[in-house]
């Protein structure tokens, strides 16, 4: 079945505590993305890949890193979380980024920092 | 640059009433334009898309949406809606890159 898959699903956290959230996709996808949702702001982008080794930032990039060494993944790391990054994160991948591309989004990732 | 505006944050219904969810975006270029639902813990998925073509444009489930060159609009409907389909919508426009509007969350009740 193809999917994106993101763990965990749920994350508390304290912060400064560094973490990693996964992102991995079976449908050998050139492009993935990260977003966060926040109420009455919709999704906004985080950070994105056009393809192995090659990364971009989105329009609320601070704070987070990612990398992509492999196709298939995408994590997004959280060298010192702050409180004000306590959202829902979704990955997303399309097969090459172009803009009339279908995204597919995995299921979420609920991060609390306190 | 482009921007994205959901006209509606809460829309409360009834089962088997139409619903309409308005959408309405700014852009210099011509634009790609979706529609995502989220249901209750899951991500997006999409809903349709108008690329070119017919501006009618019917997706899954039985939505469907009109995009309106001069008025810029893309809203969505469906002429009965179910329990089911209770979610939150959203409309994003993609000309350079894809832009989310802020969702709208529509509650069937019976």
């Known amino acids: 079945e193809a999917q994106v898959t993101q763990n965990p699903r749920y994350l508390i956290t304290v912060t400064g505590k560094k973490l990693t959230v996964t992102c991995s996709q079976n449908?050998?996808?050139?492009?993935m993305s990260w977003y966060r949702q926040d109420p009455g702001l919709g999704l906004r982008q985080i950070y994105y890949?056009?393809?192995?080794?090659?990364?971009d930032k989105g329009d609320v990039p601070e704070g987070y890193k990612v990398s992509r060494k492999e196709k298939r993944n995408f994590p997004l790391i959280l060298e010192s979380p702050s409180p004000n990054q306590t959202s829902l994160y979704f990955c997303?991948?399309?097969?090459?980024?172009?803009?009339?591309?279908?995204?597919?989004f995995g299921s979420g990732t609920q991060l609390s920092v306190l | 640059a482009q921007s994205v505006t959901q006209l509606d944050s809460q829309v409360p219904v009834f089962e088997e009433a139409p619903v309409e969810l308005r959408c309405n975006y700014s852009?210099?270029?011509?634009?790609?334009l979706f529609w995502y639902v989220q249901y209750p813990n899951q991500g997006l998925q999409l809903l349709l898309k108008?690329?070119?073509?017919?501006?009618l444009v019917k997706g899954i489930n039985g939505f469907e949406a009109e995009f309106n060159k001069s008025q810029t609009s893309f809203h969505l409907r469906k002429p009965s809606v179910h329990i089911s389909d209770t979610a939150e919508y959203f409309c994003?426009?993609?000309?350079?890159?894809?832009?989310f509007g802020a969702g709208t969350t529509v509650t069937v009740r019976a």
């Open positions: 449908m050998n996808h050139e492009y």
């Open positions: 852009s210099s270029v011509s634009v790609y």
């Open positions: 108008y690329l070119s073509g017919s501006t």
């Open positions: 994003a426009v993609g000309d350079y890159k894809l832009s």
């Open positions: 890949s056009m393809n192995v080794e090659v990364t």
């Open positions: 997303a991948s399309s097969l090459s980024g172009r803009t009339d591309e279908k995204l597919f």
